[in-house]
């Protein structure tokens, strides 16, 4: 995997479904963590059909950590939010990057503060996938570092060429 190579992101379910992919550019590899970007009008699949985003995404996937990091942009580069997906550290297959996503998240929008957000999917996938009580402890705590991470995050920053998907 080299900056600039287009790979594939995988997300599955803890069952071992995949449940959502996508193809994203490498913009970045650093210690641990590998950088994507995405224009906005990327397509996204999934087991219900694609989607295109309206969103410029750059996203932070950590070999390490139980979380990713996505910064999302409008057209005009602008900040919209900060999120990240509680999930098992990240693995680099041949075709790209895979996770197992828990469900649980946290958002930030520009000026407000960190939350953790859709508990209630947590709480379904928890009795879906029979998740144990020391596990679903652990996503918490990592959603809590999540909020940390999240309020102190400073976004690199999406040019308009970037976000509106222009070529540079």
Not at 54 to 80: K, N, S
Not at 141 to 155: F, G, K, T
Request: proline share 4%; hydrophobic share 35%; aromatic share 12%.
């Amino acid at each position: 995997m080299q900056i600039g190579d287009r790979i594939r992101i995988s997300a599955y379910k803890a069952d071992g479904t995949c449940y959502r992919w996508w193809k994203t550019t490498v913009e970045a590899i650093e210690q641990d963590v590998v950088v994507t970007v995405n224009p906005p009008g990327h397509r996204t699949e999934g087991t219900g059909g694609g989607r295109i985003s309206p969103h410029g995404i750059r996203a932070y996937f950590w070999l390490d950590r139980w979380y990713c990091l996505l910064e999302v942009y409008a057209l005009d580069g602008t900040l919209e939010e900060i999120y990240l997906n509680i999930n098992s550290p990240v693995q680099i297959v041949d075709s790209g990057l895979r996770y197992t996503d828990y469900e649980l998240d946290v958002s930030r929008e520009p000026s407000q503060g960190a939350r953790i957000v859709d508990e209630d999917e947590f709480e379904e996938a928890a009795r879906a996938y029979g998740y144990s009580q020391p596990f679903q402890e652990h996503c918490y705590e990592m959603a809590r570092e999540a909020v940390e991470v999240a309020n102190r995050w400073v976004a690199r920053g999406m040019s308009v060429e970037q976000a509106s998907g222009a070529q540079g």
